[in-house]
């Protein structure tokens, strides 16, 4: 009994540290970085989101016995293995990229060669979590609706943001849908499975087996959230004392009641695939 007492103490020390080298990650490199030096180095967003990428695998294969702990379903875990290297391929349609993260550059391979062992670990280890069912498909439209939603209601405070120089289109109905639905599928790679799995996953069920109660874990959540986009202080305050407080706690509340992060996922890659479209559309039209 003493013995899988001290086991089961030495696993929960690794999670932990794990989660502190996630926020380590996030607040100190790239939000200290961008933020101090108020610029975006080059080598700064593929370091981060590399790192990311591969603790989160790392903390997913870790507690693979006790993911629903932490809002990890099968939906959830799909879109981690799937949209992070279909972002690299977004990339490579869209050109320009200068992340070095686009398909085939080493760096856009290098997520491929994490989410392929991924899947091929938990294969072997033969992984067991509920099958997807109607009521996660269910949450995940909730999820969408609701960050359209929330996308919508920002809208103007996002226009207010928009110097009139970046103006130059008339926003054309067919245009506009397809590159908010390709933003959408882009976003769930580059922010939701970036950010999702630590901070309404992770960390909500780290703080959860503590004996936090959740609507402080739901506010921790959101703060810790805000404060890992203090950059947007230099160039986007309405977005750092607003729209992302706002959007964290919508987030955090769909991992909350769904108990999913693919719900979280979903509010997330729809608030970022639409938001800024919506304020540049009002922007246009306020001229």
């Given amino acids: 009994m003493i013995a899988h007492s001290n086991v089961k103490g030495v696993h929960d020390k690794i999670t932990l540290l794990l989660i502190a080298g996630l926020l ?13 030096s108020k610029t975006n180095p080059d080598w700064l967003w593929p370091s981060f989101e590399i790192g990311t990428y591969l603790l989160t695998a790392i903390l997913i294969w870790w507690e693979k016995d006790r993911l629903a702990d932490f809002h990890i379903d099968k939906l959830a875990l799909a879109i ?27 760096l856009g391979l290098a997520l ?18 509920p099958r997807i069912q109607a009521i996660n498909i269910r949450w995940f ?47 769930l790679g580059y922010a939701a499975v970036t950010e999702e799995p630590l901070f309404r996953g992770f960390l909500w069920g780290y703080f959860r087996k503590l004996g936090w ?48 992060i693919a719900t979280s996922m979903a509010v997330h890659g729809a608030i970022n695939g639409l938001g800024y479209t919506v304020g540049y559309i009002i922007a246009f039209y306020r001229l």
């Fill in 213 to 260: 109660k959740e609507i402080w874990i739901w506010l921790l959540q959101a703060g810790l959230f805000a404060l890992s986009h203090i950059y947007y202080l230099n160039t986007a305050p309405i977005s750092f004392w607003l729209i992302v407080p706002t959007s964290a706690l919508v987030m955090g509340v769909s991992a909350w009641r769904s108990r999913s």
């Fill in 141 to 187: 439209i909730i999820g969408i609706l609701g960050g359209i939603a929330v996308a919508l209601l920002l809208g103007y405070p996002m226009s207010l943001q928009i110097d009139k120089s970046d103006l130059t289109s008339k926003p054309e109905l067919i245009a506009v849908v397809v590159q908010v639905s390709l933003n959408f599928v882009f976003q």
């Fill in 80 to 106: 981690i293995i799937l949209f992070k290297p279909v972002e690299t391929i977004i990339r490579t349609l869209w050109g320009n990229d200068k992340s070095g993260l686009a398909f085939p550059n080493p």
């Fill in 112 to 129: 491929w060669t994490i989410a392929i062992g991924l899947f091929i670990t938990l294969r072997v280890g033969r992984l067991e979590l």
């Fill in 24 to 36: 380590c990650l996030r607040l100190p490199l790239l939000a200290g970085v961008r933020y101090f």
